[in-house]
């Protein structure tokens, strides 16, 4: 067989304490400083940035070449905490090739995706053990982790040509953020959001 035919390969999920595949390219890890302006409690979020930086998150990737055809995968691991009173999440995107979507499978924990067009429409979906979640194309997506101890995992598929957009999310946020308020989780309109109209 020629060396440039691309080999089917296997590999496993490993369900130990933490969650890890058996292989991958790249090790991923997001802490605290990386997510400046997304919490909506901007004290808090200097407060505990003061006492550590602290990992939110974590994704081991699957590398393949990014382009059209190919597939890419991995795990996304968001750790239990919060900043004031927001659950831990990821930074959140759009795939830059705004025509593309993604597969999510929930492994363990318990989340929400939070979603958003570029309109301003918006929808959150349930993550728990098992639930298989479809983002279908243009849908900006950000995992929350709304357990108390848990870690929150999801395995991830999506096309190879998919690239990230951060800057718009970092720009006009999420219109939706999730909370925990008198014990309950909470999905609260997000004070710093900028609607479409004056972006
Ligand atoms: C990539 C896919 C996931 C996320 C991961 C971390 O398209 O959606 O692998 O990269 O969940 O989130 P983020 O927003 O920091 O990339
Ligand atoms: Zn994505």
Redesign the pocket.
């Known amino acids: 067989m020629p060396e440039e035919i691309n080999r089917p390969f296997s590999f496993d999920v490993i369900r130990e304490e933490d969650v890890t595949l058996s292989t991958y390219d790249n090790h991923i890890k997001?802490s605290l400083s990386a997510m400046r302006n997304q919490y909506h409690d901007e004290q808090a979020y200097e407060t505990l940035l003061r006492e550590e930086d602290c990992m939110l998150?974590e994704?081991y990737e699957v590398k393949r070449p990014e382009i059209a055809g190919e597939l890419l995968q991995?795990i996304?691991i968001v750790h239990p905490g919060k900043v004031g009173d927001e659950y831990f999440m990821?930074?959140?995107?759009f795939?830059s090739e705004l025509g593309t979507a993604?597969v999510y499978y929930c492994l363990k924990g318990e989340g929400l995706m939070v979603m958003e067009t570029p309109e301003g429409y918006w929808a959150i979906e349930t993550l728990t053990p098992e639930k298989v979640l479809y983002v279908p194309p243009r849908w900006a997506?950000?995992?929350v982790n709304t357990s108390r101890d848990e870690d929150l995992v999801t395995f991830?598929v999506?096309p190879g040509n998919?690239g990230?957009d951060y800057g718009s999310i970092e720009k006009h946020g999420f219109r939706k953020l999730v909370v925990e308020r008198d014990d309950q989780i909470e999905v609260i309109d997000n004070p710093k959001w900028l609607p479409p109209e004056v972006r």
């Open positions: 997001r998150y994704v991995g996304s990821t930074k959140g995107h795939h993604e997506h950000r995992s991830f999506y998919a990230h």
